[in-house]
């Protein structure tokens, strides 16, 4: 079964709009594990203009689930995962000025400077996976790093799933059965909803987990977040 970790930073986009604590994001991350979901995922970014440093800190010990932190390895973005020590960190090349993530990383280009940051995290227990493209190639490339899984960047998949384009799905399956057979373990996220996940999951070989935060926190403004995870677990089953 997928795993489901739910992405909390909007949570944190709507209490910073007032500079209080409502919504209150740690209790939202417990809340959220209480209705199912299997991890909770976070991605701190330079600005902190939705998730702090401060929350990363603090939802550590609280959390029961497998916590993911997402980001640019700058050194402020290192130093506050070897601290925090979660589950996994997902390494995402991030452009500092980027409405959100818009691209994966060049693993071919960027190799060394992976590896040696993989090796890192890896020495202090912390399982890795990095955000890539729909490529084979990239892959390869990955499987190079030292990492233990990669991150399929799904908007191409979730642009063309909204356009009606099913096939768009089939280079994340070639590159799933590329990674599980390198050894890798498989994430895939961004733009995923209640209205593509089950496809991407069915067609998708190996998928380890997905990480999801957009479109299940705006669904959850409608639904409610209890029947929301509990519609994405049923997906994913
Ligand atoms: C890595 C990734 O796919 C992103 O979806 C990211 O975690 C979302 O970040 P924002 O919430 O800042 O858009
Ligand atoms: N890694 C992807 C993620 O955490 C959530 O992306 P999105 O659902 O907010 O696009």
Redesign the pocket.
Known sequence: MTKLSV?I??IATLRNARGGNIPNVLQTALDIEKFGAQGI?V?P?PDER?IRYSDVRELKPLLKTEFNI?GNPVKKFIDLVLEVKPAQV?L?PDAEDAI??NAGWDTVKHRNFLKEIILEFKNNGIRTSI?VDPEINQIEGAAQTGTDRIEL?TEAYALTFAEGHKAGVKPYAECARKAHELGLGVNA??DLSLENLKYFNEEVPFLDEV?I??ALISEALYLGMETTVKRYLELLK
Do not use: A, I, L, P
Request: glycine fraction near 10%; proline fraction near 0%; aromatic fraction near 10%.
């Open positions: 992405n930073n909007k995922t991605h970014r939705h997402e997902t995402v959100t993530s955000f960047y996220g961004h990480s935060g957009h």
